[in-house]
């Protein structure tokens, strides 16, 4: 006798699951940190913390992002340098200067700045 194939139940197995989440921000978006004074153009989007345990711990107990939201790879300024950010859904906001972000890497990723959001170039497009 056959059985019909049934997906795997996870949560009855007592594997943890994370809640399913939806990113707020798209590839190309201009954010803002909630908190610091920085702002970044999104290039890339971790639907849950996809980090080293040790970068996380080394955020004081207080400030620690939950790490069932989506996570988002930042080409990122602020008024004295330009850096990479990893940063948790909750501590962004949409950027809403109209002006673009001013980072080396920039140009490599994405061709045109155009309300608020860049496009990446056709290179990079799936």
Do not use: C
């Not at 197995?13 to 809640?19: F, L, N, R, Y």
């Not at 939201?69 to 859904?89: D, I």
């Not at 972000?101 to 497009?125: C, K, M, N, T, W």
């Amino acid at each position: 006798m056959s059985r019909a194939f049934a997906p795997l139940d996870l949560a009855a197995s007592g594997v943890p699951v994370p809640p399913v989440s939806h990113a707020r921000f798209n590839v190309g978006d201009v954010v803002r940190h909630r908190m610091f004074d920085f702002r970044g153009v999104v290039f890339d989007i971790d639907p849950v913390f996809a980090n080293t345990d040790e970068w996380y711990d080394s955020i004081p107990e207080d400030a620690r992002p939950r790490k069932d939201q989506p996570f988002y790879h930042l080409l990122a300024e602020n008024a004295e340098s330009s850096y990479v950010a990893y940063v948790s859904q909750q501590n962004l906001l949409p950027d809403d200067t109209d002006e673009p972000v001013d980072h080396p890497a920039i140009d490599g990723l994405f061709d045109q700045y155009s309300d608020g959001r860049y496009r990446l170039r056709p290179e990079h497009r799936h």
